[in-house]
T-cell receptor
Framework: KNEVEQSPQNLTAQEGEFITINCSYSVGISALHWLQQHPGGGIVSLFMLSSGKKKHGRLIATINIQEKHSSLHITASHPRDSAVYICAVKGSGGSNYKLTFGKGTLLTVNP | DSGVTQTPKHLITATGQRVTLRCSPRSGDLSVYWYQQSLDQGLQFLIQYYNGEERAKGNILERFSAQQFPDLHSELNLSSLELGDSALYFC??????????????FGPGTRLLVL
């Protein structure tokens, strides 16, 4: 079992729909990242969070440390949101600097 | 544009060969991270350098090595290449040393194809 599991693997939506992508992890963490990878391959960091909720434009990320779960929400989805969304976690060990990644969720938003 | 540059964008080579990938971090960032992204394994952390020193190692093969130079640019050397090394190689940078507890800025990647 992977340390970081994302669901769904693939998601197709109509423009304007509310999108939720989930990330569950099995280890203690000190931070969780949401990344966006566009079809061309470039990766952009969307959020880094260790508790609560963060919002940037139409994107909202939440994390529940006790349940080891995070969600990424996209409101009023648009075709330009089509991308792979990747969850990554940093372990809570003091010397553990590395990120462990989920396999990603491929989101397609149709006009 | 993240401010992180990587060269070359594409690289095609043969098995057994050696290649060098180059990364220049964002101005002011002291940490450089190397990642490998393959179709079957997804993104994997390879290695981190902070201000010229190795800080963390991930799933990096012994055939691979990296270094960070005084001007903070970094090079990832891949030798005795195998077909399975074909992948996208990303470099990322951040200001400090704490790795996963900072925002990392990713370069555009180098696509390596080993024939």
């Amino acid at each position: 079992k992977n340390e970081v599991e994302q669901s769904p693997q693939n998601l197709t939506a109509q423009e304007g729909e509310f999108i939720t992508i989930n990330c569950s992890y099995s280890v203690g963490i000190s931070a969780l990242h949401w990344l966006q990878q566009h079809p061309g391959g470039g990766i952009v960091s969307l959020f880094m969070l260790s508790s609560g909720k963060k919002k940037h434009g139409r994107l909202i990320a939440t994390i529940n440390i006790q349940e080891k779960h995070s969600s990424l929400h996209i409101t009023a989805s648009h075709p330009r949101d089509s991308a792979v969304y990747i969850c990554a976690v940093k372990g809570s060990g003091g010397s553990n600097y590395k990120l462990t990644f989920g396999k990603g969720t491929l989101l397609t938003v149709n006009p | 544009d993240s401010g992180v540059t990587q060269t070359p964008k594409h690289l095609i080579t043969a098995t057994g060969q050696r290649v060098t990938l180059r990364c220049s971090p964002r101005s002011g960032d002291l940490s450089v991270y190397w990642y490998q992204q393959s179709l079957d394994q997804g993104l994997q952390f390879l290695i981190q350098y902070y201000n010229g020193e190795e800080r963390a190692k991930g799933n990096i093969l012994e055939r691979f090595s990296a270094q960070q130079f005084p001007d903070l640019h970094s090079e990832l050397n891949l030798s005795s290449l195998e077909l399975g090394d074909s992948a996208l190689y990303f470099c990322a940078s951040s200001v400090g040393v704490t790795g996963g507890q900072e925002t990392q800025y990713f370069g555009p990647g180098t696509r390596l194809l080993v024939l």
